[in-house]
Structure formats: structure tokens, C-alpha cells
């Protein structure tokens, strides 16, 4: 008799004591969703995203209370033709007049002209800080707009531009929901021909989500939370809780198909589908806590969702649903649709793959030559992958303050790309002059003050750049500062000194991005190989699956390279190409990719290991494996791909790439990988590919002696 794992006791004790299972399950969700609602979440703040020696010039400049203040602007220009001079400066003075009389206004700037004549600038310093109440300031411009009707007024500055941006993220977000769950509901439907075996997965994933949500507020008071969290956690939730659900219920009416009572029935799901869905969360969560590595805010947050939701959905599919199959009985599958569930019971499953992977197995060694190629020249373009930090022009243009900035930033150099040279020491002022002069010498800066501290021994000069944030350009000018210029002005001074300010933020977060991917890819990619040894007891297997993984996310960054930082992408996704991807996307991307692909190798494998221990040569253990697994696969493939694709029709550039990026390399791994190069490799390495343990005959469950297709 095979050892009983803590998962199989756990769905046996579930199925027999099913009304507790549930029980437990609601008051945990109902728990979770209470403490998010009673505990404010702690998100981060722009200290806890310093990298390198632009976050040691902002903690300077903080240290000396030298902080810029936060500002709005409302820019004036013509709305046709030239600007008027004497109607514009009349409207100019209104605006400073309206904006003095706004409580969250502390001071006001005459008005700048540009240096082109075709635009006045009016500066609002505000109180508050990044949550100020800004909606004043919004309806002072559009009073002006009003009252002065050939000219083109708008408000920006960044307060409204994150809060447009945030409230973008959070309709965004709640059209993924409201789109991507009846998508899912649907797919199920024709998976199952049966609406409650259908919802069953859709709300164990659901709860599974909220009860995420919920448990990250306290979780924020030792991990501050990206925004983008929630996002995340949805997007990995509903695809892995779905997944994991599918897996169980199709083994589990498989069995029943072929003759099992119910009882028999759950408990072999839990003992094969069970044991997978174990490994795959677990495979999931250690490339998910790999983002630990990368030492980043960014990555901490996100990794701590990623690794709560598919623990909990694991949780979920090894209690929840032996424990419903239990209560439902028969009425799991009810009610049926009539007409598609004669039709699907009557369609064998791997009819399809069945053809697909004949020429595969009779000519292994030409598939996977074929297969190969095909994906390295998807992930041949990720070698010319060039990241970006998320700059204005990645924002969405659509959104008014974002093309009002932009204008700002075209019409006033001074308000565009900065560096902030901190220099510290007796004679702070003088040296943060001597900066100021020498990078204007070089051509690269222009000059946009010096701001001295009370007790004068640290100093700001401030100095602007037309290269593009993030570019190779601004790159450069960031080194030039840092090795020549900034050290021979200060020199004499003997003064310590530090290059930050958006433009050496970019640059050394870009730098950051580099070193976390190289970490998180050694470390996820490590314990993935380890795990794979220790689950199949096989040195060979381990290296197959974690090559062939790796093989899908090269696929997943080339097509990312190809649609986002070459625009091949840009007009049916409705984003504007900025040469380059997110920094923090590649990183990301590696980890999730790693684990979701496992999902189906650990389901295939296992079942082709199941045929291999039942005595079968290798070529038809692995013919039956994939033929049987087939359905379930593809549908799980499905949903992941139509939930993930979602988030490519978002307004941000970077969930856009999320987007892409996931359903590239799942519908590459359903396909290409599965159908192609893993039973290719698996026939070529024959018995190699199995330790001694696998290849005694009738070893482990009797279920696997009968090759029954499955439905």
C-alpha cells in the first residue's frame, strides 16, 4: 500500500467530514475579508523605491529638509493660431488670482513664458504631498477654459497625474473582473456541459482572491504593498484557482466514467490530480518567493501576493471541492446543457492531440529540431531587449493631465528630465554652483537653480536634460555627471557629494532591474531543478522540465520585445512605443511563467509516469499520457490565456505587457511544448527518463493499469 501524503489525508478527511470543510473554508474567507476591511493597507512610499546613489541624494535631501515641494501647473496656450499676449497674460493673472483663494494652494508663481512665446505657465506649490485634494486646482482651469475660449488652459503637475493614473488602474482592474469571470464561467460551461460543475471553479477561485486581498492588509504592516497588487493577485488567482479546480473535477468525473463509486472517485483525484496540484503550488510559490531575491519593494510585494493566493487556492482544491463532491453527489452535474452534454460525452478526449502528436512520436529527433526552431526565433528578439524605468511617455496618452505634462515638459526644459546634484560639506552652496556651471559647460544640462539648506552646509544644484528618461542618451549624461563633472567641481571643496533626481533614478533602477533578473533567474530556476529532482527522484526529468521552461519564457520576452519596444503591437493594443519594456516586467514575467508552466508538465508527467509504473513502453505511456491530459490542458490553457489576455487591452503600458507576456508563453507551453518538444524529448530519452521505482510494473494506484481515454 502506497504512503498516504498530508494533501490525501486532508481531502480524505474533507470528503468525509464535509460540512466542516466548508465551514472552515467560509469562516476563513469571511475572516480574511474582515481584517482587510477593518486594517488599512500599508502601501509603499517613495523611499522604499531608492536604488543606488540616486536613493542616497534623495535621503540627503531629505535629511536636509531640502524636499521639492509638490506642484500643479496650469499651462495657457493658444487655442488656434498665435497666442494672443495681452488676452493670455489677463488669463494668467485670473488663474493666480483663483488659485490664491484655494485652501490647498500654499503659494503661487508668476506666470513663465515659454521660450517659443506659444504658452504662459502658472505654478501652484500645494500642501498635502502626494494626497492632496487637488480638485480645486482642476476647476480654477476649466473656469478659465470657460471664460476665456480661444485659449487652450489645462491643469497638471504630478498629484493629478498619479490620481488619474490610479483611477485608470482601478476601472481598468474592475473591467478585468467584470470581463474575464463570465469568459471563465463560459469556458467551463463547455468544459463541463454541466453549470455547476462549471462554477465551481470559478468560485473557489473567487474566494480564493478575496481571501488574498483581504489577509494583505495586515501582511502590509511588515510588507508595504505596491498598488498594482491587487491587479496581480487576480490575475495569478483566478488562473491558477481555476486551473487547480479543473484538474481535480476532471480526474474525479473521469473515474466515475470508468466505473468507481463516487467515494473511489474523490479519493483517487486527490491521490493523483491531488498530488499534482500539491506540486504545481508548490512550484508556483517557489517561483514567486524566488522574487525575494531581487532585494526590490516592488518585487516583495508582488511575490508575497503571488505566493498567498496559490497557497490558499491549493488550500481550497484539496478541502472545498472533495467536501462539495461530497454534498453535491450526483448534482455536481446539474443542471446539464442538453444538446452539449450529449455532444461533448460522445467526443473522445485526444482525438485532436491524438493526430498532432502521431508524427511527433514516429520522428521525435525532426519534431524537436522543428519545435526548437520555431521558439528560438520567437525568443531570438528578447537578445536586443532593452529595459525602461515607467516614464511619462509610457503613461496613457488618452488621459489629460499625461498630455498636458508632456507639453510642460516639451515647452519648459526646466520642468522636464532633472538631475539633482546633493553636495554636503562647509562650502556647499559655492561647490553646488561650481556644478551648475560645469554641466552646463558640457552641453548636456541646462541650469534650474541651486537651493541651499538653513544651516548651509548641504546644497541642491538642479539641472535638466532633453534626453529621454531612460534612454541610452540620458544614460550617458547621468555617467558623464558622476565620473567627470560633478568630482572636478567639487574637489576643492573636499565636499561629499551624490547625482539623483528622475533622470539618475531611471538610469539606476534600470541598473537595479538588470541585477535582480540575473539573481531571480539563478535562484527560481535553482529550486525549481531541485524540486523537480526531489518530487520525480530524477536528475533527467529535473533538467528536461526547467530547459523547457526556460525555453518558454525566452519565447514570452522575444514576442514582448517584438510588440512593445519595436511597436509591432502598438496599434490593436492602443499604446504608444517608448523603445523599451518596464524594468521591473522581464523579472516578474520570469518568475510567474516558471511556476504556471509547471502546472502542466507536473499534470502530464505525472500521468505518463502512472502508464510508465503500470508497465507500458515508453512511446505509448507518453502517447497516453498526452492524449489523456489533452482536455484538460487545453481548457486550462484557455482560461488562463483569455483571463491574462485581458490585462493586454488595459490602459497601462505595463499591464499591457503582463498581458502579453503571460498568454504568449501559455499558449506556446499548451502547444508547442506539450504537443511538440516535451513527447519528443521524452521518446528520445526513452527509459532514461524514469528512475528504477518508475519502471516496475504495477506499482501505485490500479487506476493507472487500464488506459481508459478520459472525458
Known sequence: MARIGAAQRLGRWSAGHPWRAVGVWALMVVVAVGLGSAISTHQTKDADYRVGQSGRAAAMIAAAGLDAPDQEYVLIGSARGALDRPVAERAASDVRARLATQPVVASVAPPVLSKDGTALLVAATVRGGHDADVAGIAQVAKSARTAYPGLHIDEAGDVSVNKAVNDRVGKDLGSAELISLPITLVIMVIVFAALIAAGLPVVLAITSVFATMGLMAPISLF???????????????????????????????????????????????????????????????????????????????????????????VLGSLTVLPAMLTLLGKWVDRPRIPLWWRVSRRI??????????????????????????????????????????????ALPHSITQVRTMQQIQAKYPSHGNLARVVVSGADAGSAAQAVERRAAATGDWSPAGVVVSADRRTAVATVATSAAQGSSRAGEHVLRLRETVVPQAVRPTGATWAVGGDVAQSYDTIRHADIALWRVLIVVLGLVLVMMGVVFRNAVLA????????????????????????GWGASPLDFHSTGGIITWI??????????????????????????????????????????????????????????FSVFAFSGLVEMKEIGVGLSVAILVDATIVRLVLLPAALCLLGERAWSRGDRRTGQRDPAAATPVLVR
Open 223 to 313: 510588507i508595504p504593498m505596491e498598488p498594482t497588487v491587487s491587479s496581480m493577485i487576480l490575475l495569478i488567482g483566478m488562473a491558477v484557482g481555476v486551473d487547480y479546480s479543473l484538474f481535480y473535477l476532471k480526474r474525479e468525473r473521469a473515474e466515475r466514467d470508468k466505473g468507481a463509486t463516487r467515494a473511489d472517485a474523490i479519493r483517487i483525484a486527490g491521490e493523483t490530480s491531488g498530488h499534482s496540484i500539491v506540486v504545481s503550488g508548490l512550484a508556483v510559490a517557489i517561483s514567486m518567493g524566488g522574487l525575494y531575491a531581487a532585494r526590490d519593494t516592488t518585487f516583495d510585494s508582488l511575490g508575497t501576493g503571488a505566493l498567498l493566493v496559490v497557497v490558499i487556492a
Open 348 to 393: 473522445p478526449t485526444g482525438a485532436a492531440s491524438g493526430r498532432l502528436l502521431r508524427p511527433v512520436l514516429r520522428r521525435p529527433a525532426a519534431a524537436m529540431i522543428c519545435g526548437g526552431a520555431v521558439m528560438v526565433a520567437l525568443a531570438a528578439p528578447a537578445l536586443g531587449m532593452h529595459l525602461q524605468t515607467d516614464s511619462l511617455d
Open 543 to 566: 533538467v528536461l522540465t526547467t530547459a523547457l521552461n526556460l525555453v518558454s519564457v525566452g519565447a514570452a520576452f522575444g514576442v514582448v520585445t517584438l510588440v512593445f519596444q519595436h
Open 586 to 643: 522581464p523579472t516578474f514575467l520570469l518568475a510567474v511563467l516558471t511556476g504556471l508552466s509547471m502546472d502542466y508538465h507536473v499534470f502530464v508527467l505525472s500521468r505518463v509516469r502512472e502508464h510508465v509504473r503500470a508497465g507500458m513502453p515508453v512511446r505509448i505511456a507518453v502517447r497516453l499520457g498526452l492524449e489523456q491530459t489533452a482536455g484538460v490542458v487545453t481548457s486550462a490553457a484557455v482560461v488562463m490565456v483569455s483571463v
